[in-house]
């Protein structure tokens, strides 16, 4: 979930236990902790001898990235692409649809119809996978097609909250007022309507996109091995033992894009808001 | 219809009649409501103590078969026997009134009593052993799997609980060196969880980098990947886990929190107490929730246990993919099985949470 980081009120720093010895210990224990697993990662990713004893890589080389690019990290990386691309494209607009007709239902059926969307994020996803495998099976949907269906149902819950948050604050009368200044049906939901939704649906996409991009269980039990995502890799680099260098190049594939996606997101956010 | 002239009953044509019902239809009706009432009370009776047996031979590995062996022998035993056994047992001059020494008259009626005792007795004794010993066959192999994944949960859930409120009183309190603590947290959040567990793999394995930076030993390093307490997956669901329990708690609080801080300063509490007293009981709802959805997620996430894991017991999902993709194809319903367990379990967790948090509620 994207942050919503508001500057502390500064009266709260004295709050802190401990002193300012202590305070500078426990930013730099949480800052390690929340960095740590991925400190090896990127050692291994750049690490061309590193044999046992040894703290530090003896020789550094990109010999992982190359052995990484033979064994199919670009069609991965086209496939999860797509997947998440796809997941989002279809997820974004449903969740939105769900979300308007959530608010305008009432409330006595409002509350069931978001229960049974919300619904996904209590079912272990391995568990909605196994039962739908036989359906898909049964029915004849094509492998690719099963495994994007379901991560959009998977995907759901995180859309449809998020417009859900979004509209909870979003005032109808706004468009009113627009319409009244003479605005067309048209130009007020270009004006007023995409602008105003335009953080909610960036957030839902990117939630969206991220379900697909690093989705392995539905990939594996349902894509039954046809789709090599990039999560299908790793999973086989990480499974066995040896295969330090291409786990850490992989992870690193899969991780770096949604940060830069999520630094993105956040600085035309910043820069939203001083406008 | 009245009834015509005798004749024999079993010659001449077959005529129909409602008679039978109605003749004697309150008989009827009370007969039926003493089997129903027998029937019902039985059940209750064996289903409690068949379920507490289970658990008492899923739990206690030597005595548990002790009791398995003698359900077990029950079973073959005919309900004829068993009904004479009881009533040697219960009757007035039984065996349990000649123990407890009841004098003539003494002891209640249980057998041809009032409450039908003896046979609602007869009935759950028997039937009791049955109940047992069908949910020990039923979950005795999915359970270990269950207990390993509820002790993964509530550890990962603990840990990621203490260490995402520690975050963002941090983040909360400290301007600038929050940010970047924020801004760390905020960089775990979008990381699957399966490069997470390679990346934990990478660090905490035998020769990981911790070992190496530690400069320990051959075989001086403990065994947190695969070891006997799963420390590794838990750490793993503790390290993504909090960050994202630490920025729901940031979120919810960023506004309110300050001022009151300030009036508890005012009023002579020092920075613990604040933490403790103004901090926590805020953020407390907030806590509880996201500490639900991680207990709830990792209940039912596969890749870490499958990753990191030991492979016996191993966790519900691990569990129920393997059996699922098994060659064997009758081991498909035992991964069906499995995976309804752990939905289960998961929907037991949310009403229960449900609950404490509705009464969380009531308390503020």
């Known amino acids: 979930m994207i942050p919503t980081l508001q500057r502390p009120p500064p009266s709260m720093r004295t709050s802190m236990p401990g002193g300012a010895a202590g305070r500078t210990l426990m930013g730099l224990l949480l800052i390690l902790w929340f960095t740590l697993p991925m400190i090896p990662v990127a050692l291994w990713a750049v690490a061309g001898r590193w044999h046992a004893p040894a703290v530090l890589p003896q020789t550094y080389s990109w010999e992982g990235w190359s052995s990484a690019a033979s064994s199919g990290l670009f069609p991965a990386l086209l496939a999860s692409a797509l997947l998440g691309a796809g997941v989002a494209i279809l997820a974004t607009p449903l969740g939105f649809m769900a979300a308007v007709s959530i608010r305008r239902l009432p409330r006595r059926y409002a509350r069931p119809v978001e229960g049974i969307l919300l619904a996904p994020l209590a079912i272990p996803p ?39 948050s979004a509209l909870a604050g979003y005032d109808d009368r706004f468009e009113e007022a627009a319409r009244s200044l ?28 991220l379900v697909g991009w690093g989705d392995y269980i539905v990939t594996l039990i349902v894509g039954g091995g046809q789709l090599r995502t990039l999560p299908m890799t790793l999973a086989s680099a990480a499974s066995a033992t040896g295969n330090e260098q291409l786990t850490a190049v992989l992870s690193l594939t899969v991780v770096l894009p949604p940060l830069a996606l999520l630094t993105a997101l956040l600085l035309t956010r910043r820069h939203g808001r001083i406008r | 219809m009245s009834p015509g002239p005798a004749t024999p009953p079993f010659t001449g044509p077959a ?21 129903l009432y027998i029937a019902a009370a039985s059940t209750l009776l ?47 001059a039984g065996f349990l009134a000649r123990i407890l020494g009841m004098p003539d008259g003494g002891f209640p009626t249980f057998v041809g009593g009032p409450f039908w005792s ?64 924020a801004a760390v947290s905020a960089a775990t959040i979008p990381i699957p969880h399966l490069i997470g567990a390679g990346a ?14 530690l400069g320990m030993p051959d075989g001086g390093f ?31 609080l960023a506004r309110s929190v300050g001022g009151l801080c300030d009036a508890a300063a005012t009023l002579g509490a020092a920075p613990l107490q604040r933490i403790t007293h103004v901090v926590l009981p805020l953020a407390l709802p907030a806590l509880a929730v996201s500490g639900l959805i991680v207990f709830v997620y990792t209940l039912g996430s596969y890749e870490v246990p499958w990753l990191l894991g030991r492979i016996s017991p ?48 009531g308390l503020r």
């Open chain 1, 126 to 164: 391995f568990a909605l996978v196994m039962g739908m495998n036989v359906v898909l099976l049964r029915a004849h949907v094509p492998a690719a097609a099963g495994v994007l269906l379901l991560l959009v149902v998977t995907a759901l819950p995180y859309t449809v909250f998020m417009f859900r």
């Open chain 1, 182 to 209: 003479g605005a067309s049906k048209a130009q007020s939901i270009r004006h007023v309507r995409l602008p105003l939704l335009t953080a909610a649906t960036s957030r839902a996409a990117f939630l969206a996109f």
């Open chain 2, 15 to 35: 005529t129909f009649t409602l008679e039978p019902w109605t003749s004697n239809a309150g008989g009827l009706a009370r007969s039926a409501a003493v089997s």
């Open chain 2, 46 to 92: 064996a289903c409690t103590v068949g379920f507490a047996a289970a658990a008492y031979i899923l739990a206690m590995p030597r005595a548990g078969r002790l009791v398995a062996a003698v359900s077990a022998a029950t079973i073959p035993i005919p309900h004829l026997i068993g009904a004479g056994a009881v009533g040697l047992l219960l009757s007035d």
């Open chain 2, 118 to 181: 003896a046979v609602i007795f007869e009935y759950a004794w028997k039937e009791s052993a049955f109940v047992a010993l069908v949910i020990v066959g039923s979950l005795a192999r999915s359970v270990g799997g269950l207990c390993v994944s509820l002790y993964i949960a509530a550890a990962s859930t603990l840990l990621a609980c203490t260490v995402g409120f520690a975050a963002a009183a941090y983040i909360l309190a400290m301007p600038r060196a929050g940010r970047l603590v």
């Open chain 2, 200 to 213: 934990v793999g990478l660090l905490l394995s035998d020769a990981g980098f911790l070992a190496r930076i």
């Open chain 2, 222 to 252: 403990p065994t947190f990947v695969g070891g006997p307490f799963w420390s590794a997956v838990i750490f793993e669901y503790a390290w993504k886990e909090s960050a994202f329990v630490a920025l729901v708690i940031v979120g919810s």
């Open chain 2, 314 to 361: 191993e966790a519900l999902p691990v569990r129920a993919v393997r059996l699922f993709g098994s060659i064997d194809l009758d081991s498909r319903p035992q991964a069906m099985a499995t995976a309804l367990v752990s939905v289960m379990a998961g929907a037991v967790a949310i009403i229960g949470g449900l609950i404490l948090l509705r009464r969380l509620r």
